[in-house]
């Protein structure tokens, strides 16, 4: 079964202590895997794409990685207006592309001034 | 900057009315999507739709839902007969070739 996990659940930074959060995923073959950005009570909001491994993607203080396995979403020096939750999900491959996304849970960042 | 719109924001409902939650997708893309979250859950996939026709849905697209793109710009998901299980967001989205999707800002349905 296609999977999407992601830690930490929660993470609290001071403003400037840069860190990363993991997205591992279970995928039968992997089509694709997305960054989302989500504010309270917001849809997601499209950061990255990611198509295979060793591919990186950056935006301001945000950088997006990919292996085999996981990705990671590091975080550099942030800002508390980074405060948000980031979401990861996967697109499976197979022969008819429908789109889906599989989410995870999502890690909750809260960056303090 | 084109975005996916919906209305209403909030919807509240009795239970076994129908809802219908509406979407303007972005104007050139192809694909359209409903997803749902569950207050503090994951954001789950209920239905997809390519070339005027379902082309993927989950096992809780049951047959209590239906959605539809009546004219060339609106996309909507109907909830025939609402269960208090249904209280959730409800949100729109739409890709230009089924990869990155764009999200709407969502629907809170609420059933009473």
């Known amino acids: 079964e296609d999977q999407v996990t992601q830690s930490p659940e929660a993470l609290r930074l001071q403003e400037g202590e840069s860190s990363s959060l993991n997205c591992s995923y279970t995928v039968s073959g992997l089509r694709g895997l997305f960054w989302y950005r989500q504010d309270p009570g917001k849809g997601p909001e499209f950061l990255f794409t990611l198509y295979s491994a060793g591919e990186e993607k950056e935006k301001e203080r945000l950088k997006a990685t990919l292996t085999k396995k996981e990705s990671f979403l590091h975080i550099t020096a942030p800002k508390p207006e980074d405060s948000a939750t980031y979401l990861c999900?996967?697109?499976?491959?197979?022969?008819?592309?429908?789109?889906?996304?599989?989410f995870g849970q999502g890690t909750t960042l809260q960056v303090k001034p | 900057e084109p975005e996916v719109t919906q209305t209403p924001s909030h919807q509240v409902t009795q239970m076994g009315q129908e809802v219908i939650l509406r979407c303007v997708p972005i104007?050139?893309?192809?694909?359209f999507y409903w997803y749902r979250q569950i207050l503090g859950q994951k954001v789950e996939f209920l239905v997809s739709?390519?070339?005027?026709?379902?082309?993927?849905k989950s096992e809780i697209f049951d047959d209590q839902f239906s959605v539809e793109r009546p004219d060339g710009s609106n996309f909507t998901l109907k909830i025939r007969s609402t269960k208090l299980e249904d209280s959730a967001m409800y949100f729109c989205?739409?890709?230009?070739?089924?990869?990155?999707?764009?999200f709407g800002q969502g629907t809170r349905l609420t059933v009473v």
């Open positions: 739709f390519y070339n005027n026709e379902i082309s993927e």
């Open positions: 989205a739409s890709s230009e070739a089924g990869g990155e999707a764009f």
């Open positions: 999900a996967v697109q499976a491959g197979g022969s008819s592309n429908t789109g889906k996304l599989i």
């Open positions: 104007s050139n893309h192809l694909y």
